[in-house]
């Protein structure tokens, strides 16, 4: 039975650069035959808050780092959050030590994004 934790990261400023690393879990070495696992995370929501007068968009992208490659879309493509408001997506998503949540905002530092889910030992 796994024992997940909750967790949550953020508020982050989005910058306009689309390789941008937003987050990816943690890899672990153990001690002296304790073994090594890495984590993995299940996101399950996701908010971005445009603290701006006029609309912004974002786009995200899961994969390896750095990547944004055609394809590899999850949340928002050029998804549009109107002035002084937010966007939320839910659902649930597993994240393992090789994949990275990449994205980035239309105009630097206007959207800030936060999330919640579950860390767990893979």
């Given at each position: 039975?796994?024992s997940n934790k909750p967790f949550n990261?953020?508020?982050?400023?989005?910058t306009a650069t689309p390789t941008t690393?937003i987050l990816n879990p943690a890899a672990?070495?153990?001690?002296?035959?304790?073994?090594?696992?890495?984590?993995?995370?299940?996101?399950?929501?996701?908010?971005?808050?445009?603290?701006?007068?006029?609309?912004?968009?974002?786009?995200?992208?899961?994969?390896?780092?750095?990547?944004?490659?055609?394809?590899?879309?999850?949340?928002?493509?050029?998804?549009?959050?109107?002035?002084?408001?937010?966007?939320?997506?839910?659902?649930?998503?597993?994240?393992?030590?090789?994949?990275?949540?990449?994205?980035?905002?239309?105009?630097?530092?206007?959207?800030?994004?936060?999330?919640?889910?579950?860390?767990?030992?893979?």
């Amino acid at each position: 039975m796994p024992s997940n934790k909750p967790f949550n990261f953020g508020p982050i400023a989005l910058t306009a650069t689309p390789t941008t690393n937003i987050l990816n879990p943690a890899a672990a070495s153990g001690g002296v035959n304790g073994g090594a696992s890495g984590q993995y995370i299940l996101l399950k929501h996701v908010r971005i808050v445009n603290k701006t007068a006029g609309a912004v968009t974002f786009s995200l992208w899961k994969g390896a780092t750095g990547a944004n490659a055609a394809g590899t879309e999850v949340i928002g493509q050029a998804q549009s959050v109107a002035a002084n408001s937010a966007y939320d997506w839910y659902g649930l998503m597993r994240f393992d030590v090789a994949d990275f949540l990449v994205g980035a905002a239309s105009a630097i530092t206007s959207l800030s994004i936060q999330g919640e889910g579950e860390v767990g030992v893979a």
